[in-house]
């Protein structure tokens, strides 16, 4: 290579601002967190919809930022679990709604006595 193609240290300009991480990929996260874990509880949903409501907030803030906001990690990783939150939430609704079910199909109904038609 020739000394010109080789790439140097990228110079920033002294009044671009330093990148700082963004407090709400961080809340993302945590509610994230705690909707995958609380969501076999059906407790997920809140922190679920709470996460997915912000991280729109932070996506859009991390977008105007031009690259001086970080955290993008933590907000894929707080999606991710707010939705695993939701779907264990929505599939302990149906597997309830199944028992429930079943045992309603289970029970007997009015037993007459015998001479009656």
Do not use: C
């Not at 993302?28 to 409501?53: E, M, R, S, W």
């Amino acid at each position: 290579m020739t000394p010109s193609t080789v790439p140097g240290p990228v110079l920033r300009h002294p009044l671009d601002p330093d990148p700082v991480p963004s407090t709400k990929a961080r809340t993302v996260y945590a509610l994230g967190l705690v909707a995958a874990l609380t969501g076999i509880l059906l407790g997920g949903i809140v922190p679920a919809t709470v996460a997915l409501l912000l991280l729109r907030q932070a996506r859009r803030e991390a977008y105007a930022s031009a690259g001086y906001l970080t955290g993008g990690d933590l907000l894929r990783r707080g999606e991710r679990l707010a939705w695993i939150g939701i779907v264990l939430a929505a599939a302990t609704t149906v597997v309830l709604l199944v028992i429930g079910l079943l045992n309603l199909a289970g029970t007997p109904g009015q037993d007459f006595a015998p001479t009656i038609d």
